[in-house]
């Protein structure tokens, strides 16, 4: 066609290329403000990549242009006399050195590298690459597996992005897992590239524009469905391995039949190898021929779809360890049956999984050479649970668009303050003094966490049905999740006399009945039964008396007397996470930041 002209004018071609880095710059602006909202980890890192790296593709062009010239450059330098040689290839080599010594020695703090890199990031690049080829002897010899690694880069950033972090084929031995992964993702990088490279054979011929554009537009119509009917499925909450897969196979089924409409004729036509053959290809024969291969293809296909969910949902599910599954019920039995482990974090990140049902939560950077108290599972019928750390990305994901009411004393605020912190307020649970005292609320993106100061058990009974009356109230919005608890201060006021002690009987029976109808309501309730106290820590008498741990044991045993823990959709033992660190509650009650945010990461 006639704009194909453009790019064999110098001039037409130099203002066709100023025109795509103006749009690319423009539409820089999309990502980055893109970058502003709240979004899940791999949609935010493909547009940071993508922000960083805007301009990539577009040196990759200026570099294929002018390609022929820089190699007629080299030719020219090695045919003249051996001073010119040096000396010109030295001056090259010497300039380029220079700015990439400057480039890497200026201010790289994030906010500044990130500004500049898209601009500036090619300098090194193309450092390596005249130094690279500057030399006869260096032109002859490459490593065939940067080689490869290059070709199938975009296939293999796109499988590590998605799988690497998450499949787990070896439970318990992560460096034999980061080996059968990386060669899972290589092979299957190569089998998506060369797909990639028929299918584009298929459907963007060479020296035929028109079947380019028309399939370019059927490919970006359908993209924009599936996209549509994503969100369809996550706003109806069906995003399930069902209806994934029925999607699959239903999608593959119509790409092949596109496929297969727009090619099989100059597929058959070509397979042929005359006209006279040609002619005859739609004869009975061929027409029952053909259609044989795409019905086997289709029921192929589909075969091997249905083997691929069967398999990897049955790993799953044995494993447990695929974060997007729901575990199994039998796994709240079990999920307060934890205990810390002393271990090295440096070195036997395997242990704690194969012996503890669980896998270590140190990062690399807080890695220590001594033995480190780490949570995790002794080993139980319930190993296919996998209970494992989650990450604030993790649980601000599961978290997003939800609202969370938290309603207790004072070690159920530390749980509030636990979660905000996860939620990306680090200062969270510093010093508050008398405003710990009373409610608060936090906003982060689409998620609410409210708090209510409840000391006793009938202020958490009045702020439940102060609650419960809130649904019938317009425009306010149900909470998602319920965590209450107390008990700790029941002991120390409402335990003097035998009035007191009946009187707190009844208000556990109300308790238990308010519990009961927010989860029949359809509100996940979970009671947080009082931690262990660290008597001797305690700061009175009085407190040591009323609210020792023997007291207090008897208040954990009137709530499950009394139906509380029964009432509830899942009881957090205190005890099951504190007495192990008993000994570093500062004042009896409460506990170091670790361990109340270990709640919420496991």
Request: neutral net charge; aromatic residues 12%; proline residues 3%.
């Amino acid at each position: 066609m006639a704009y194909r002209s453009i790019n064999y004018d110098k001039y037409k071609f130099r203002m066709k290329m100023f025109v795509v880095a103006c749009i690319i710059f423009i539409s820089d602006f999309v990502f980055t403000q893109a970058l502003k909202y709240d979004m899940p980890n791999e949609v935010w890192e493909l547009c940071y990549i993508s922000h960083l790296n805007r301009f990539t593709a577009f040196a990759g062009m200026i570099f294929a242009i002018n390609q022929p010239i820089a190699s007629l450059q080299l030719r020219k330098l090695e045919s003249s006399r051996t001073t010119v040689n040096v000396l010109a290839k030295s001056s090259i080599c010497l300039a380029l050195a220079a700015a990439t010594f400057y480039w890497s020695s200026g201010p790289l703090q994030l906010s500044t590298y990130n500004m500049s890199h898209p601009y500036f990031g090619l300098i090194p690049l193309l450092t390596f690459v005249y130094w690279r080829n500057s030399r006869i002897i260096f032109r002859e010899h490459h490593i065939a597996a940067f080689a490869w690694i290059g070709r199938h880069s975009l296939e293999i950033y796109l499988l590590a992005s998605t799988f690497g972090k998450t499949l787990v084929l070896w439970p318990g031995y992560p460096r034999c897992n980061f080996s059968a992964v990386s060669g899972l993702i290589l092979y299957s990088s190569r089998l998506i590239n060369d797909l990639v490279q028929v299918m584009r054979q298929m459907l963007l011929p060479e020296n035929n524009e028109k079947k380019c554009i028309k399939h370019v537009l059927f490919v970006g119509v359908g993209t924009l469905i599936l996209y549509w009917f994503g969100l369809a499925l996550c706003w109806a909450d069906m995003v399930t391995t069902g209806t994934m897969t029925v999607i699959t196979i239903i999608s593959g089924l119509a790409l092949f039949q596109t496929v297969m409409d727009e090619t099989w004729t100059e597929h058959a036509s070509s397979s042929k190898g005359s006209k006279r053959e040609t002619q005859s290809s739609n004869s009975p024969d061929d027409v029952d021929v053909s259609s044989a291969i795409k019905t086997k293809s289709r029921l192929l296909g589909a075969a091997s779809v249905l083997l691929l969910v069967v398999v990897w949902y049955g790993w799953s599910a044995l494993s447990g360890l695929f974060p997007s599954m729901p575990m199994d019920a039998s796994c709240a039995d079990s999920v307060n049956d934890g205990l810390w482990v002393p271990i090295n974090s440096c070195l036997d990140r395997g242990i704690l999984h194969r012996d503890y049902n669980a896998m270590n939560f140190f990062d690399a950077e807080v890695c220590v050479s001594t033995a480190a108290k780490q949570w995790g599972w002794p080993a139980n019928p319930n190993m296919h649970c996998g209970f494992r750390y989650r990450s604030d990305t993790e649980i601000q994901a599961r978290l997003r668009g939800k609202r969370l009411v938290v309603i207790g004393d004072s070690s159920v605020r530390s749980l509030y303050h636990s979660l905000c912190r996860s939620m990306g307020d680090g200062s969270a649970g510093g010093y508050e003094g008398i405003s710990s005292h009373y409610d608060s609320s936090r906003t982060f993106g689409s998620t609410t966490i409210d708090y209510k100061w409840a000391p006793l058990s009938f202020d958490v009974v009045a702020k439940l049905k102060n609650m419960r009356n809130d649904f019938v109230t317009p425009g306010k919005h149900r909470p998602d999740i319920i965590l209450a608890g107390g008990g700790l201060f029941d002991k120390l006021h409402l335990s003097s006399s035998e009035e007191d002690l009946q009187f707190q009987r009844e208000v556990v029976i109300n308790l238990a009945a308010e519990l009961r109808s927010l989860r029949e309501a359809g509100i996940a309730v979970i009671w947080f039964s009082p931690p262990t106290v660290n008597t001797r820590a305690l700061n009175s008498d009085e407190k040591r008396t009323h609210m020792s741990e023997e007291r207090l044991a008897e208040m954990r045993q009137l709530y499950v007397d009394m139906g509380v823990t029964s009432s509830a959709s899942f009881v957090l033992e205190g005890p099951g996470f504190t007495c192990g660190k008993v000994n570093e509650s500062y004042d009896g009650i409460h506990f170091p930041m670790m361990c109340t945010t270990l709640v919420f990461r496991f």
